[in-house]
Structures are given as C-alpha cells and as structure tokens.
C-alpha cells in the first residue's frame, strides 16, 4: 500500500519512518553522523539545538549529552538564547555513553572536542544500528590544530560536515575559522594547556580570528 509517510522519507524530507505505537522508529533506516562545527561564535549550537528541537518536537526519542568538564552550563544553549536540556556526562565514562546510545533515536553531542577518540567507535556502531548522531564542537585548538576527537570524527566517510565561519574579532569579516585564546587580553603561549574551561573570564577568554589576525606566541 502507498504510504506518504513512507514516500516522503525515500525522498529525504524526513528522516524516520513512523511505527505501530506513532512515534518515529529508526530500526530500519541507515544512520549518520552530522557534524557542526567551525570556530567559536560561528552557531554550531544553535544549528544543534535546532535540529534537536525538530526531532524531539516529533516525539522521536531524543537527548544531548554534554561533558561534566564543561561546568558553565547545565543546559546546551547557543549564544542567541536558544536551548535544549542537557545530560551532563563524565567524558571517559564509555559505558555510560554507549547506554544512551542504545536507548535514544537521536543522540546530540555538544562540545565534543572535550570527549576522548575512544568515543568515536560508539557511535560508529550507533550509526551501523540506524542511529541519527548530532555533534557540535570547535574543530581546532586555539593552536589551529585539530582536537583528536574532531580529526577522527572528520575521518569518517559517514560524517556529513557542516563548517561555518565566524565574524573575526579584529577586522570583523566573515572570515574566522581559528579560535584564539586570551590570557589578560594578551594571546597565550604554544605551550599553554589544550584544555582550558573559562570558570573565570576575566583571565581566560576566546575571541573568534581569521588566520590573519590569529596569534600564537
């Protein structure tokens, strides 16, 4: 029997299939990774956060985990207000991760530069098993090199990259794709910390840069 439903989903304008009980199954669909990403400031979160919404609003089981080292927020919130509720999780705890996984459609990841690589074989099983991953994350340090999650994530051939840029800070063109990382107002040394949460912006903040104007002492 012809089904709309079934028709329109072929056709990609949505992504599940409903089943018997009304809510959207992925049981018989493939799976994907869509990974937002750029430099700070450039809406990788709002772009999360709103396809969030779209599934969740569809009664299809949804969540977004965040990483416990991340302690600005409980809630995954863009810059421009927009938010989801998060699920604050230990970023090496793998078996909790995977669990999430197994239990949800649609699993949202926010600031996944902070999880470890050995998270990448989880959701590469999640996708073989029809799930629909959403991840945002910066994809550089503010060196300009890749964070190994990013770079592993950017491997795949199953992730669909979705790069913005952002406004950079000095000339303000359209143009920034590094972060920059302020000690003081003064760029920091090569050798600083990878990680650094800004608990105290007054001495660490981040400015999105172009590759001119990025600065590295």
């Not at 299809?60 to 990483?67: D, K």
């Not at 959701?123 to 300009?144: C, E």
């Not at 199953?158 to 303000?172: F, I």
């Amino acid at each position: 029997m012809f089904s709309i439903e079934r028709y329109v989903t072929l056709a990609g304008i949505l992504p599940f299939v409903k089943g018997p009980t009304g809510v959207y199954d992925t049981s018989d669909m493939p799976g994907s990774i869509t990974f937002f990403t750029g430099p700070m400031a450039c809406g990788k979160t709002l772009e999360l956060v709103r396809h969030l919404q779209i599934h969740s609003e569809q009664r299809i089981p949804t969540i977004c985990l965040r990483p416990a080292t991340d302690t600005r927020s409980e809630k995954v919130q863009s810059r421009s207000g927009l938010c989801y509720e998060g699920l604050t999780i230990p970023e090496s705890d793998l078996d909790a991760i995977r669990r999430v996984t197994e239990e949800y459609d649609v699993i949202g990841i926010d600031e996944v530069q902070f999880f470890p690589p050995g998270v990448v074989p989880i959701l590469l099983d999640a996708v073989r098993h029809g799930k629909r991953l959403l991840v945002a994350g910066i994809d550089t340090d503010f060196r300009g090199e890749a964070f190994p999650i990013t770079a592993a994530l950017l491997s795949l051939p199953e992730t669909d990259v979705q790069r913005t840029r952002a406004v950079c800070s000095v000339c303000r063109e359209h143009n920034a794709t590094r972060t920059q990382r302020l000690r003081n107002g003064t760029p920091v040394r090569r050798d600083d910390p990878t990680v650094v949460v800004d608990d105290n912006p007054s001495v660490i903040t981040y400015e999105p840069r172009c590759i001119e104007h990025h600065v590295i002492l």
